[in-house]
């Protein structure tokens, strides 16, 4: 008897043990899956800077030239069916990735510094960065495209509309957004699995993807490794296809005359990737301010899509020679109207 309750209080005892253990267990399990997303994020922005206002100006007015500029390009190649060609439809989704990027990014900036409304929601934040990482590296995607049309049609000529033509280009593209759009969705959509429990102030001057998911206190690999995945999807791989398909270009052709048609293409290259490169290699070699990344970064973003339509686009022969005959059309047509209705 004495011995059948010491082993019924033993079985008790370990049921009890169990049942705590699996308590604390489920418990540490709730605490790890609760997730902690903040109502508003703070953009810092500029910070300790007077007159920052102006520089936020400044960067609008690039918003209008921009805009202007690339809404131009769109209206030009869709009207004219002479530019119907596939350079021409690659320097269509270069100049729409260029709207959507600055409509994206600077409108949002005014808003949050220049009328002082630096908090932003969750949501809101996460669309930000999502149209923002998508519209730039669409950018960069597209100059890698236009590199290839390029190649082909200098060092390949003889095979170049078997090669490119605008059922091809048109595929490429559509591809090439479809892909970015769900990558960068992926991206954007690992912050939400993030938790922030320490602060919510993001050291930029938009929601860029970095700087918000290191401000998480869980588990960040996921996002750390998408971004460095994306830094090498879209910087370093694009820019060894460039420098490879001019170095086939130049060591095809060796001639001024031919390298020429290619100098605008280099121009858009260079003002695309050098700032982003400086950007990242800075870091290593100086300390770097926050205030001077913020302006690098937003210099980066900003002046390449109001230089490239002027680089690329109104440069080149076939829209002189558009704008030409259509400021020609319009001058004869006032005159006909001045001969018409002469002033009494």
């Not at 007077?50 to 805009?67: A, D, E, N, R, W």
């Not at 460095?228 to 170095?247: D, E, G, N, Q, R």
């Not at 022969?317 to 009494?344: F, G, H, M, T």
Request: charged content about 10%; overall charge positive.
């Amino acid at each position: 008897m004495f011995f059948c309750l010491m082993f019924l209080v033993a079985k008790l005892g370990q049921n009890t043990k169990r049942k705590a253990a699996m308590s604390s267990v489920s418990q540490s399990i709730s605490e790890n899956n609760s997730i902690v997303h903040p109502e508003y994020f703070f953009i810092i922005g500029l910070s300790g800077i007077p007159y920052s206002t102006y520089y936020y100006i400044f960067l609008f007015f690039i918003y209008i030239i921009s805009v202007i500029e690339n809404s131009v390009v769109l209206f030009i190649i869709v009207v004219d069916r002479n530019l119907h060609s596939p350079k021409y439809i690659g320097v269509f989704y270069l100049a729409l990735a260029d709207f959507g990027e600055t409509n994206a990014l600077i409108p949002n900036m005014m808003k949050i510094f220049v009328f002082d409304s630096q908090y932003i929601s969750y949501n809101a934040c996460l669309a930000n960065m999502f149209f923002v990482h998508f519209f730039s590296t669409m950018q960069s995607l597209t100059l890698v495209v236009l590199a290839y049309d390029r190649f082909i049609a200098i060092c390949l000529p003889l095979r170049y509309h078997a090669i490119v033509n605008n059922t091809v280009m048109s595929v490429v593209f559509v591809g090439l957004w479809a892909f970015n759009g769900g990558l960068v969705a992926f991206v954007v959509s690992s912050i939400t699995r993030l938790s922030f429990c320490k602060s919510n102030a993001v050291p930029s001057y938009y929601c860029d993807h970095g700087p918000v998911f290191r401000l998480a206190c869980n588990d960040v690999s996921i996002s750390a490794f998408m971004a460095k995945l994306c830094t090498a999807l879209y910087v370093v791989a694009p820019l060894i296809f460039i420098v490879l398909s001019y170095l086939g270009i130049f060591l095809a052709l060796r001639r001024l005359k031919a390298l020429k048609t290619c100098v605008s293409h280099l121009l858009l290259v260079g003002s695309f990737f050098l700032p982003i490169v400086c950007i990242y290699t800075a870091p290593f070699l100086v300390s770097l301010n926050p205030n001077a990344r913020v302006i690098s970064t937003s210099l980066a973003y900003a002046v390449p899509p109001m230089l490239n339509p002027i680089i690329y686009v109104l440069n080149t022969s076939e829209i002189k020679d558009l704008i030409k005959k259509y400021l020609k059309k319009r001058s004869i047509q006032i005159k006909s109207c001045w001969a018409v209705n002469p002033l009494q």
